[in-house]
């Protein structure tokens, strides 16, 4: 009985100690689940999220400017009971008063074309007064009207719009594409932070466990004569700075995971412990496809048409507000006044009318002409502006794909480099352990194996932070062979 209770307080101590530790879970994550991550959680992700919505609903309120219109307006009630002045034939002000009810409804209707800049509209319209005073009631209205207004002479702001709000929509969607590329641009850099910190801690413990090791041995061998004291000093040395970098080395690695875990928005306390990314050594980029690609994908390539078009629409403004200008309006249709709201569409009368709105710059001193030719040298500049952007946006591609490729045999060769440096430092280790190599020589080749490591993963951030840019610039999946979509 005694050893059946001992087991079970002891199998309650265990429980307890299981729930006054929990074991913290470690996310194993590549380099490309990262990047997955930052563009679903990131605040930078829901921001671009929210500019594309933003867009969209610009684009619906343009679409809707070329659809009918159709409003309902009306005054119920227009109720009034108060004093007011009323001639007399004499020339005479009597205020009188005045009770009376004034409502009315109408339906207009309206089409924008955007050929001409016109707008076709009709209208119905039904009103009635009561006269609380008189006790009578009277009806006026518009059974149907229509007409039409055409400016002449004056910039058609419709036609400019169909050609340029299509474009600053289709810039907007690749300017998402390119706020999901630039997202994993910025994340790939904390990946790398995090992943030579975790590097460099991983180096630390190696070196302060051989460095331990090899000081132990030393002792042996100084007890024996071997070597001198001040051998062994130096060695001390090195333990103690081996030992501080395992500490500096373990700051760099909570400052990098946080940094990560805020920009990607991880939540949780689980422990992050990233993959080596490989080399997409197959991968081939020839730089006329990323420039055809560029100038297909990018939104800089669509702003350059835009630009154009809005220097081009810009003259044209300027030029249709100079001179002479006018506005026809014509509409017909019918209306009838009758004691009752029925008797309105019983024979209505016929109603028409033309104006033609004229205005003519007599004396400006020279303002038409000199917005037209201000208008004008702005296009000149935009145009040459474009050129230059144009030729900046293709050496900037071709000088990344050019670097993007370095970094693909710049890579090889560190490869190779720390390999031989962990052969290196083996040898050294094992040579050191004999007694034929000096404490000199054993910190050379500690620290050239460290260096190696550490190239190594620079050269590897270097590759995808180039990569990452490659596709940036021209919106193209060079692993996948196709054009980037969300």
Do not use: C
Not at 232 to 238: F, K, T
Not at 327 to 343: E, K, P, V
Not at 400 to 427: G, P, R
């Amino acid at each position: 009985m005694r050893r059946k209770f001992l087991f079970m307080v002891l199998l309650i101590l265990l429980t307890l100690k299981g729930f006054a530790f929990p074991k913290t879970d470690t996310l194993n994550l590549t380099l490309q689940q990262v990047v997955e991550m930052a563009k679903a959680n990131s605040i930078a992700a829901k921001q671009a999220i929210t500019v594309k919505e933003t867009k969209y609903w610009e684009w619906r309120t343009f679409k809707s400017n070329y659809q009918p219109q159709l409003a309902l307006e009306g005054i119920l009630p227009g109720y009034t009971k108060t004093y007011t002045q009323v001639q007399q034939p004499n020339g005479s002000i009597l205020f009188q008063p005045v009770h009376y009810d004034n409502s009315s409804l109408t339906l207009n209707f309206s089409q924008r074309i955007a050929a001409t800049g016109g707008t076709i509209y009709g209208t119905t319209q039904l009103q009635r007064f009561d006269d609380f005073d008189r006790k009578s009631v009277l009806y006026n209205g518009i059974p149907y009207g229509i007409g039409y207004t055409q400016p002449l002479l004056q910039f058609n702001s419709l036609k400019w719009d169909r050609k340029i709000a299509p474009l600053k929509f289709n810039e907007s969607k690749q300017v998402f594409i390119e706020t999901q590329e630039k997202i994993a641009i910025t994340v790939t850099e904390y990946f790398f932070d995090l992943l030579l910190a975790q590097v460099n801690l991983n180096i630390a413990d190696l070196n302060y466990g051989n460095t331990k090791r090899i000081l132990t041995i030393a002792g042996t061998k100084f007890e024996l004569g071997k070597i001198s004291k001040n051998e062994i000093l130096q060695l001390q040395l090195e333990v103690l700075n081996a030992q501080k970098a395992v500490g500096t080395a373990k700051r760099d690695v909570e400052i990098a995971t946080l940094n990560l875990r805020s920009y990607i928005g991880m939540e949780g306390d689980d422990r992050v412990k990233l993959h080596m990314p490989k080399v997409v050594a197959q991968m081939t980029v020839i730089t006329e496809k990323v420039l055809a690609e560029a100038f297909e994908n990018r939104s800089d390539a669509i702003g350059f048409i835009r630009r154009l078009a809005e220097a081009k629409r810009d003259v044209a403004k300027a030029k249709g507000e100079n001179g002479l200008t006018a506005t026809l309006r014509a509409n017909l249709g019918f209306s009838n006044a009758a004691n009752s709201a029925f008797d309105i569409y019983r024979s209505p009368k016929n109603q028409q009318s033309v104006e033609l709105q004229l205005s003519i710059p007599v004396l400006d001193w020279g303002r038409s002409k000199s917005r037209t030719k201000t208008a004008q040298a702005n296009e000149q500049f935009t145009t040459y502006a474009v050129e230059q952007d144009k030729q900046t946006f293709k050496q900037q591609i071709v000088t990344q794909v050019t670097l993007f490729n370095m970094m693909k045999e710049q890579i090889l060769l560190t490869d190779e480099a720390e390999k031989i440096a962990a052969e290196k430092y083996k040898i050294a280790s094992e040579r050191y352990v004999l007694g034929n190599l000096s404490i000199t020589d054993l910190s050379i080749a500690f620290q050239e194996n460290d260096r190696a490591r550490r190239d190594y993963v620079s050269s590897l951030r270097d590759f995808w932070g180039a990569y990452y840019q490659l596709r940036y610039l021209s919106l193209y999946d060079f692993e996948k062979n196709r054009k980037i979509t969300y």
